[in-house]
């Protein structure tokens, strides 16, 4: 609060003559209402009032300054219970380090006031008089900063006394100390002071009087404020609990302190109303008073940014600081203090209609915070009570780092054993409290505090760890404030969090199997890790002042390139859809699925922002030396700390390693060998944690500095849990098994499209021949190489001989000797592709379109035609089927597709979707029809596999196997057909030869002469643009040979053709002969018999047997 420009002119206020002093009472300055056990307290505590009268009426700045100061002969001496000397209004602020260094509001001000790091070269001052500064700055703007600087002895003096002596009554109660009462006295004395009228408006110089003034501003009639009326029920009160404080009676010092708290609120309703009739009247002067006053108060709730405060050059200059960002978070502040709209007033009558105009904008704000059930995007049940106290321990979270940062460690102690903010049936709960229920052990498998006590043979670490610093003791009694205050911080967030949650889902999940509805303990838990602080929409406060898990999450996701567009961190969307996931499967009473979503997803994903936090400060703390008081190297060493007891139960020597780098030790550095060790640790311990790699993601985009790249080619990558689940397209589609290494083949395939779009054919060259994205395992989950999809074509002659597709495929094209377009016909997909890297031509994104639909499209077909002969030769075990069908799933949907949606995607997925938007086959799901079909059939198809002993040797397995293959087939020809349609219409000869080599080879099979006519015509790429209506009606006839109708197909939506699509009749004569009844399907075997002949030629026997088997084009003759 250094001095700035003085304002030169106060709107509303001015230096006025002595206000009327009332008739004195008979009760004294209570009135009757209010009894004070020691007169003479009450008689030289409220003289303080005389000393603000006379600032009041001073006739000079001069003369304000000398009664401020004492020169004018100060009537305030020896405020009960001071030891410090004080002898003037000024040295009650001077004073305050020695007198109010512990009181809770003192410390919530001068953490407001002053920077952080001023603590660390002012911690041993003796004055901290922020109070001091505002009197004096107030002084500074003139004329009339008499008035001003009378009232801001008021709103910052007289309050932090009556604060600073409630709370010496509070800890007099603790101990049985009989002042408890007199200390309760000197408060109220100086609450209302001398010459203070009961309920007058102009009279009295004291808090009470500026209650008065704020109604009358609001045009009430002259009556006493509710605030004053309510103050007086609460003292009465608070001497109600002292009476019976004994040092044994903890219940009466725990009420005390709640009353205390009633109290503190009740004056804060006076300082809003008085910060909304200046800010509403234009009067910002006086407004930075009531800012000044408020700020502490809305900064110990975490609502906002309130920075603005710090070594502020423009108090009093009459430009209103912080209009803003107090009027945007107030709503969020009153719901923290627990205030109302009718605690704001009623403001109809005010000569300031603005006012009215702020309270109404306000109040529309104050429901979706007050008594919300939304939790920075997270729905509780209606009503969730205890879901809501729940998340206010995040204020006690905060509101304890105040205290370590200003080294007020015995009222840090106090808020975590007795708590503050979170209520449950009317009694305050602690951190203390909730610490020894998230730690206690259960005997359940894989507990979490089981492993916790196991590794630091202690039940209860957390709370040892904590009060371990709170009292000096353990490794942090030489650290530094700053130090200590980010420890305590850490483990609140990173390791309680963590205990807390899991301790409440097992609860929730004890309630699902008795029967009973465990929800409330999923949203207790989710409040707990996101907190209240967060607000109640999504991406949580934009501020970033959250203190819980959640908040550490977004403060971290930047790191790593993991936060999503709405706010929040990737982790973050992950845990709360699994929390919603878990509710589901609660409220349908699953537990057994709800359970498998909190150790399989939940709970590991919760590690996730401690990892990342973790590897960004060790990658900072590198630099720190010895003996360091960087505040990070705290944090880092109970990150670690949160992590250990997991990682120690994957693998002991990846704990050691982490602990030994990342130990809080001032005589050591820290991080000494650097970040590698600490990654190559997690490498070899996320599997078993259950951690995506690629969820954390890499830190600072380094290569290197990735839990999933490798340091350097002799380090190996780390495969998850091969019963991982995998979503894909926006959970599209869920697998089993892990296959995300497969789907990310999609990645090669955008950066392909990415660098030929730029013109850039060489790296896609590169990415297309040597992979870039897709890893592959081995049986141990070690990546041997990287997956390439030229690959899937050049080795096709090796990996496809049981593929019936590709096979009939080879034939139809390869020339006498084997060849087709001078190479090898068996590689004719990568033939194709290289056509267009090798052209001179801009061929724009088609070789990567064509890697698509000839490459990867044929590696699908291949791995559902691999499964039948691995069945019929008895060559699955257990998951193997159903690894092998979710691979199919990451083939064709790959990574980053959404469903139903055209624009993403980079696979046959994607182009299903785009097919089907241009011939109108959208099925009213929004899904493209040929797509839903396929799914519906490859979930068939797992369901097939997943039966005990499906493939022992009964052929019914292979036989329904068999038969959903041979349907899902079908629904990608209708993709590859509508793309052949389309790009003839558009006349794109180089699409239409891409997508020719998916369908006219197939023809071969059913009809010579039109697969003669369209591979002239189309392979060779020979049409002129009269020939296409004459194409597409031939495409049209052989739609039965795959398989399909004119219905599968559509009708183009933008291009007009003269081909008509039209259905054959079911009593079509055949070669003269006409049937009396539908034959059509038996007709076809003559088409199996076609395709059995090409089998044999190709020396494909299993293929064949099962064509001989099962059939394939006649299901006429299908057996059941």
């Not at 000393?51 to 001069?62: F, H, L, N």
């Not at 109220?188 to 500026?210: C, K, R, T």
């Not at 293929?1103 to 299901?1115: K, R, V, W």
Request: proline share 3%; charged share 20%; glycine share 6%.
């Amino acid at each position: 609060v250094a001095a700035g420009t003085p304002a030169p002119v106060l709107i509303t206020r001015s230096p006025v003559a002595e206000k009327p002093v009332p008739e004195i009472s008979d009760d004294g300055i209570g009135w009757g209402r209010y009894t004070f056990t020691d007169a003479t307290v009450r008689d030289n505590d409220s003289a303080v009032g005389e000393d603000v009268k006379r600032m009041w009426t001073a006739d000079s700045i001069a003369e304000a300054q000398d009664v401020y100061t004492g020169g004018g002969d100060s009537v305030v001496a020896g405020l009960f219970g001071l030891t410090a000397t004080i002898n003037n209004l000024q040295q009650i602020s001077t004073s305050a380090q020695t007198t109010m260094a512990t009181d809770p509001i003192f410390n919530f001000y001068r953490y407001a006031f002053y920077e952080p790091d001023l603590f660390d070269d002012q911690e041993n001052r003796d004055v901290w008089d922020f109070a001091n500064k505002v009197v004096e700055r107030a002084f500074s703007t003139g004329a009339g900063g008499v008035v001003l600087a009378a009232e801001s002895v008021v709103v910052m003096h007289s309050y932090l006394m009556i604060m600073r002596q409630l709370n010496q009554a509070t800890q007099a109660c603790f101990t049985g100390d009989s002042s408890s009462l007199r200390y309760l006295d000197s408060a109220v004395a100086i609450w209302i002071g001398e010459e203070q009228g009961e309920g007058l408006f102009n009279s009295g110089y004291m808090l009470y009087s500026m209650s008065q003034l704020a109604i009358d501003h609001y045009g009430f009639p002259e009556i006493e404020s509710d605030e004053n009326y309510e103050l007086m029920v609460l003292f009465n009160d608070a001497k109600s609990i002292l009476s019976t404080c004994t040092n044994t009676n903890t219940e009466a010092f725990k009420a005390m302190r709640m009353k205390v708290k009633e109290i503190n609120t009740a004056f804060v309703k006076v300082f809003v109303q008085n910060w909304l009739w200046y800010a509403s009247a234009g009067d910002k002067v006086f407004q930075d008073l009531f800012t000044a006053a408020l700020v502490p108060h809305m900064n110990a709730c975490g609502a906002g940014d309130y920075e603005f405060l710090f070594d502020n050059q423009e108090l009093f200059s009459g430009d209103g600081v912080g209009t803003d960002i107090i009027l945007t978070t107030m709503p969020q502040f009153m719901a923290c203090l627990g205030l109302t709209c009718d605690d704001l007033g009623d403001a109809t009558n005010s000569e300031t209609p603005k006012l009215q105009e702020s309270i109404d904008g306000i109040c529309d704000s104050l429901p979706a915070y007050s008594d919300s059930d939304f939790f920075a995007g997270y729905q509780a049940e209606d009503n969730a009570i205890e879901a809501r106290q729940e998340a206010r321990f995040d204020l006690d979270v905060l509101q304890i780092n105040i205290f370590m940062e200003t080294n007020a460690l015995s009222t840090a102690n106090e808020w975590y054993e007795h708590g503050y903010n979170s209520m449950f049936n009317g009694t305050s709960q602690s951190l203390k409290n909730i610490v020894a229920y998230a730690t206690a052990e259960k005997g359940y498998e894989d507990e979490l505090s089981g492993w916790w006590s196991s590794y630091f043979t202690d039940a209860n670490y957390p709370d040892k760890f904590i009060t371990d610093i709170f009292f000096g003791q353990g490794a942090y009694a030489q650290a530094s404030r700053g130090q200590k205050a980010a420890a305590v911080a850490s483990m609140f967030q990173a390791g309680v969090t963590h205990l807390v949650v899991a301790q409440h889902l097992q609860d929730a999940f004890n309630d699902c199997e008795a029967e009973k509805n465990g929800n409330p303990h999923v949203d207790r838990a989710a409040g707990f890790m996101i907190g209240s602080i967060e607000g109640p929409r999504s991406g949580g406060n934009p501020a970033k002042t959250g203190t819980m898990l959640y908040g550490l999450a977004n403060e971290i996701c930047e790191f790593f390139d993991k936060c999503e567009t709405g706010g929040d961190a990737t982790a973050n969307e992950f845990i709360l859809f699994a929390f919603d996931d878990i509710k589901q499967w609660l409220y349908d009473n699953n537990c057994d699925s709800g359970i498998s979503i909190a150790r399989e997803s939940l709970l590991p994903m919760l590690a996730v922002p401690v990892i990342q936090g973790l590897l960004v400060i060790a990658d900072a703390s590198t630099s720190a030396p010895v003996q360091s008081t960087l505040e990070e190297l705290a944090a880092l060493d109970v990150f670690a700390r949160a992590l250990l007891p997991q990682i120690n139960d994957a693998n002991g020597t990846s704990a050691a390693t982490i602990a030994a780098a990342t130990d809080f030790n001032p005589n050591q550095k820290a991080v000494p060998d650097g970040t590698a060790p600490i990654f190559d640790a997690l490498r070899f311990v996320l599997n078993f944690m259950k951690v995506d790699c690629d969820v954390i993601g890499t830190l600072d985009a380094v290569s290197t500095q990735s839990t999933c790249a490798p340091q350097n080619d002799d380090v190996p990558l780390i495969a998850p849990p091969s019963d991982t689940e995998t979503k894909l397209g926006d959970d599209l589609y869920t697998t089993t098994t892990y296959v995300k290494n497969l789907a990310d083949i999609a990645l090669d395939i955008k950066q392909m499209e990415d660098n030929l779009e730029l013109g850039r054919k060489e790296p896609a060259l590169v990415i297309y021949k040597d992979g870039q994205n897709s890893p592959i395992y081995d049986k141990f989950g070690i990546k041997t190489d990287v997956r390439a999809i030229a690959d899937f074509s050049t080795n096709a002659s090796n990996t496809m001989s049981n593929n019936p597709i590709y096979q009939v495929t080879v034939f139809a094209l390869e020339d006498e000797i084997g060849e087709y377009l001078g190479k090898d016909a068996r590689s004719y997909a990568d033939t194709v592709v290289m056509s267009f890297f090798e052209s001179q031509d801009d061929s724009s994104t088609i070789a990567a379109e064509a890697a698509v639909v000839l490459n990867i499209g044929m590696e699908v077909i291949n791995e559902l035609y691999q499964q039948l002969d691995n069945c019929r030769n008895l060559r699955i075990r257990d998951d193997d089927g159903i690894h092998s069908i979710d691979q199919v799933a990451a083939l064709y949907i790959g990574d980053g597709e959404i469903s139903g949606n055209s624009n993403q995607g980079h696979l046959l997925y994607n182009l299903a979707e785009k097919m089907a938007i241009t011939f109108g086959t959208v099925d009213p799901s929004g899904v493209a029809t040929a797509n839903l079909k396929f799914l519906r059939l490859l979930t068939e198809a797992r369901l097939d596999l997943s039966f005990p002993q499906a493939c022992s040797g009964d052929l019914s397995t292979v036989r329904k196997l068999t038969r959903t293959v041979n349907k899902m087939i079908p629904q990608m020809t209708v993709v590859q057909v509508q793309a052949l349609i389309h790009s003839l219409l558009e006349n794109d000869k180089k699409r239409v030869f891409v997508h020719s080599h998916a369908v006219v080879p197939l023809i071969r099979a059913c009809n010579e002469v039109t697969f003669d006519y369209l591979r002239s015509k189309l392979l060779n790429v020979t049409y002129q643009e009269t020939e296409i209506d004459a194409i597409i009606t031939r495409i049209y006839d052989s739609l039965f040979c795959f398989g399909l109708t004119c219905e599968d197909i559509g009708t183009h939506q933008e291009k007009e053709t003269g081909a008509k699509c039209t259905a054959p009749s079911s009593l079509a004569p055949m070669v003269g002969y006409r049937p009396r009844k539908e034959v059509t399907e038996y007709a076809k075997v003559d088409l199996d018999i076609k395709y059995l002949d090409i089998l044999m030629i190709k020396g494909a026997l299993g293929p064949a047997l099962d064509l001989y088997q099962f059939g394939l084009h006649s299901s006429g003759l299908a057996a059941d």
